[in-house]
Nanobody, 116 residues
Framework: QVQLVESGGGLVQAGGSLRLSCAASRSLFSINAMAWYRQAPGKQRDLVATMTSGGSTNYADSVKGRFTISRDNAKNTVYLQMNSLKPEDTAVYYC??????????WGQGTQVTVSS
């Protein structure tokens, strides 16, 4: 089963940037898709961005033009670059992997707090 370790969350002022990392325990080529979700207090977990093994990406409308999902195959790591952050981006961010074999896996989550 794939394991995911997230890092990079923290506290930032509105307009600032953060980069989240999600390190997988196996090659990204064995994972059909990687995604970032977020969950604010009292709200459902929402999809933020996805990337397929072929490199296709998709974004929630609320983050288009501000967030970028990317990957480093050599490091088995997926990133979420977040720019022009807003207070409404405050949430716990989760990495999610859909491997080609085995069960899908969530990361442990990393807190992002954007102050106004």
């Amino acid at each position: 089963q794939v394991q995911l370790v997230e890092s990079g969350g923290g506290l930032v002022q509105a307009g600032g940037s953060l980069r989240l990392s999600c390190a997988a325990s196996r090659s990204l080529f064995s994972i059909n898709a990687m995604a970032w979700y977020r969950q604010a207090p009292g709200k459902q977990r929402d999809l933020v961005a996805t990337m397929t093994s072929g490199g296709s990406t998709n974004y929630a409308d609320s983050v288009k033009g501000r967030f970028t999902i990317s990957r480093d195959n050599a490091k088995n790591t997926v990133y979420l670059q977040m720019n022009s952050l807003k207070p409404e981006d405050t949430a716990v961010y989760y990495c999610f992997a859909t491997p080609s074999s085995g069960l899908p896996k969530w990361g442990q989550g990393t807190q992002v707090t954007v102050s106004s």
